[in-house]
C-alpha cells in the first residue's frame, strides 16, 4: 500500500525542541519519551539500501521507527518490536528478524546488505538416474518431476528455492549443482544411481474401523486420489516409497511395504488393508470353523464381503485381517502373520505368535 506525502513528511517530522515543551508540561510524556530513547539506543541500525533478488529495497529509520520501500516501490511504516525484529505495518503486520547483514521477513522473503546473485538453475537436473527440468525467468521457476508433474515455483534468495505448486516445497540449490530438497530428494546436474523403486498402490481397501471401501486412483503422472468410506476425495502423491501424504486432509499415510503394500496406516490413527478383490495374487478359500492345536477351542474365520477377512481366537477375541499373499493371512488388530500349508486348500494356519489353527 502506497502511502501519501503527507503521512511520510509527518513520519519523518522529528522536533526535539517540540518534545522539550511538552516534557515541561507532562512529566509522564517524559518519561515516556526517555523510554522510547533508551529503547531507540537498542534497536538495530537497519538504514539504507537493501536487496531482494538483484533488486533495491529500501529502509529510513529515525529511532525505533522506520518507512519501508519493497522492490515494487510500495511504502510502509514500520517499527523496532525489539532489539532485533520489526513490524511492517501496512504489509499485513509482517514482522522481520534482523541478523546482521540479513532481515528475514514472516512471508518468507529476504533482504540483504549486499546484492545476492540469482544463479541460473535452468535446464535437466536428475533425480537419481531420471530426468527433471527446471525454465527460468528471472527469479519465477518452472518445475518438473520425474514424473511429469509440474509446478510454479521462485527463488527466495540466492540458495533458496521454493515450490508453491508442490506444497511449498523449498530447496537449498548448493553449487549450482544440487538441489537439495526439504523432504529428502535430491536433483543433481548429472545422472546418479536409480532411485528407490516406487509403489504401485491397489485400487481398493478397506476400512480397519468399520469395514468400509476405500479407493486410490492414480493420474499417471504421480499424482494420487484418495476416495475416503465417506466419499471425501483429497489429491496426494507419494513423497517416498513407503509414504503417502493426501494434501487436502492435511495426513500422511505409511505403507507397510515398498514393494507391494497391503496396509496403509494415516497420522490421524486410521487404517486401510488392501481389498483382496484387488490384488494380484489368486486367494484361497478359508473354513469357517477352525481347532486351536493348544487347547482344542473353537476359532473362527469370516469374510466381511469386500475381500476383507474377521479372526475370531478361542476367547472370543476378534480382529480384521486381509490376505497379504496368497499363503498368508495378516491380523491387523492382533498385529500377526498367518501362514497357510497350502495356496489351494488350506487346512492349518501357523500364527506368528506360535499358535495353530487346524481346519
Known sequence: MNLSLEAIGSWMQSSSATNRRRNKLNPTLAADVNVLEHR?????????????????????????????TNE???????????????????????????????????????????????????????????????????????????????????????TQIIADG????????????????????TWTRAPGAPNPSTPTLAATWTAAANGGTARVASDGHGGLTFTSVSG??????????THVYASAWGLTGTLNSSSNPSRITWSNGSVWNVNSSSSSFAVPPLSANWIAAANGGTARVASDGNGGLIFTNTSGSRSYGYYSTGTQVYASDWGITGTLNSATNPTRITWSNGSVWNA
Open 232 to 241: 471425501g476425495r483429497s489429491g496426494g502423491y507419494l513423497t517416498d516409497s
Open 72 to 158: 515494487s516501490a510500495q511504502v510502509t511504516t514500520g517499527r523496532f518490536i525489539n532489539g532485533n525484529q520489526i513490524v511492517a505495518d501496512q504489509w499485513g503486520g509482517i514482522i522481520g528478524t534482523v541478523s546482521g547483514d540479513r532481515i528475514s521477513w514472516s512471508n518468507n522473503s529476504v533482504w540483504t546488505r549486499t546484492q545476492e546473485a540469482i544463479p541460473n538453475i535452468s535446464g535437466t537436473w536428475y533425480f537419481g538416474n531420471q530426468g527433471t527440468t527446471i525454465s527460468q525467468s528471472g527469479t519465477i521457476l518452472t518445475l518438473t518431476n520425474e514424473q511429469g508433474t509440474t509446478a510454479q515455483g521462485r527463488f527466495l534468495s540466492g
Open 40 to 68: 531507540a539506543l537498542l534497536a538495530a541500525d537497519v538504514s539504507g539500501t537493501w536487496y531482494i533478488r538483484g533488486q533495491s529495497t529500501n529502509i529510513q529509520q529515525s529511532g525505533t521507527e522506520v518507512l519501508l
Open 166 to 185: 508442490w506444497d511449498g516445497l523449498r530447496g537449498t540449490v548448493v553449487n549450482n549443482g544440487t538441489i537439495a530438497w526439504v523432504n529428502g530428494d
